[in-house]
């Protein structure tokens, strides 16, 4: 299985390579339309060099966990309030059905207008979009808690409290975890949009500096290292997820 | 009297209407008495259970426990599941260990009491196990410890052997038969199998088919170590079949 996903890997970075050299070689379009892997690696290399890769890497992780810190606090209080509290789900269940189809993009231009172009944008950007889906997915998993695990804990004596940190929240921890992953993938993903519009640094901020000054291998470049950052990060949480869930896959011995 | 039902009764809304699921019921119940509750399904005896518990008020009468009402679940009252209701998330010590931890006992001293009491189920070498990694059999050994080990005068027992196969099933009663004579608990169990009350019971309360109330109730006078293959439990056995029969055929009809 590793063997034939390593071999996908391996057949669209050839294809690329062997689109993008055969056009510089024929110039059926323009060769810079199409950057080779070499251009690509060029421009990488030339902004590791002066450092301005770092620079927007970190920027835009910043931006993210900020935003994403925010959001995550408020979706797990507020997930777990409304999960335990009838009449609150009540009235914040239309509030969020209505708002969550709206493209979180749409917003954007708002979130300009009321915090300026600075950083606080962005991370409000951030924290408004990865909000409601770990909101809707934590109380989901709070709610779907068995009673059971409930009744047997206050019969152990139990108290509200007791019930909430010793119960509650390590049987949704999984849905929890996988809620937060979520929304770490979708604040990775937006983040771009937000820095593309009045930002002077981040990885947006690259990739449309190249799209400026008509530079597509940096497009490519920023995308690639957007598309790795993202796998990193994914691979990082699914990691702790397993070690944190170990008793569900724990095997006989 | 260790516990007393005072005319409890209960009912249900079913499509809008009461639905009655059990009639008025007294009964007390002696210190270190075993009570079997048996009767046809859904005949109430779970839910009798469930408002002794306190998981479930009843909508007339009252529990006392030692002269106290019930008014919800409580450390005096443990309760074990058919289904388990383990903490999943927990090893067997951490299982067994829970309501000392909401006592607030030292490591040490908890750690201590739940090797005990795993000891006395037999389950000594699976501590650091997680229950995905056990039997039905080895589950319900754990919560029954866990049980025991928060130290509640009475223990409630709903069908604990139900989900269990036969021979297991046999091994469970004696080991809870040999664990009562050392522990001296009031005990009230749920059961539909006749020679599971007849081994366990020092009385066994037998209820009508839907909506229940007390039919019978017969006194066990047997030895503490009790033989299945006995004339006189054969003819407990016999006597009470008879009863409990003329109920299902009822639920036939």
Known sequence: MKGVRALALVAVLLSWAVVTYGNARLEVVNPVLL????????????????????????????????????AAVLAVGLGLLAAMCGPLRLMLEPVIEFVRPIPPLAFLPMFLVWFGLGEASKVAFIAYTTF???????????????????????????????????????????????????????????????EFMGADAGLGHLIMEGRTFFNPAQIVMGALVLGLLGSLVNALLVAAERRALRWRTAQSA | MKIRVQGVARSFRVEGREAPALLPIDL????????????????????????????????AGRVLVDDAPVTGPGADRGVVFQEYVLFPWLTVQGNVEFGLVL???AAGERRDIARRYLELVGLGPHAEKYPVQLSGGMKQRVAIARA????????????????????????????????????????????????????????????????GRIKDVFAIKLPEVRDRFATEFTRYESEITRVVKEEVAQVHQ
């Open chain 2, 103 to 105: 006592k607030g006992l």
């Open chain 1, 35 to 70: 950057p080779t892997p070499t251009d690509v690696a060029k421009v990488f290399a030339d902004s590791v060099r002066d450092g301005t890769l770092v620079r927007h890497i970190l920027t835009s992780l910043v931006r993210v966990a900020e935003g994403f810190g925010i």
């Open chain 1, 132 to 194: 409601f889906p770990m909101f809707v997915g934590i109380a989901a998993s709070v709610l779907r808690v068995d009673v059971m695990l409930l009744r047997a804990a206050a019969s152990l004596g139990a108290q509200r409290v007791d019930l909430i940190r010793r119960v509650v929240l390590p049987a949704a921890f999984p849905g929890i975890i996988v809620a937060l992953r979520v929304g770490f993938g979708l604040a990775l993903f937006v983040i771009v949009g937000a």
């Open chain 2, 28 to 59: 007390d119940v002696a210190a270190r008495e075993v009570i079997c509750l048996l009767g046809p399904s859904g005949c109430g005896k779970s839910t009798l259970l469930n408002i002794v518990a306190g998981f479930l008020q009843p909508t």
């Open chain 2, 148 to 211: 025991l080990a928060n130290s509640p005068s009475i223990i409630l027992m709903d069908e604990p052997f139900g989900a269990l196969d036969a021979q297991t099933r046999e091994v469970l009663q004696e080991e809870l038969s040999r664990i009562q004579r050392v522990e001296h608990k009031t005990i009230l169990f749920v059961t539909h199998s006749i020679r599971e009350a007849v081994y366990l019971a020092d009385r066994v309360v037998v209820l009508t088919k839907a909506p």
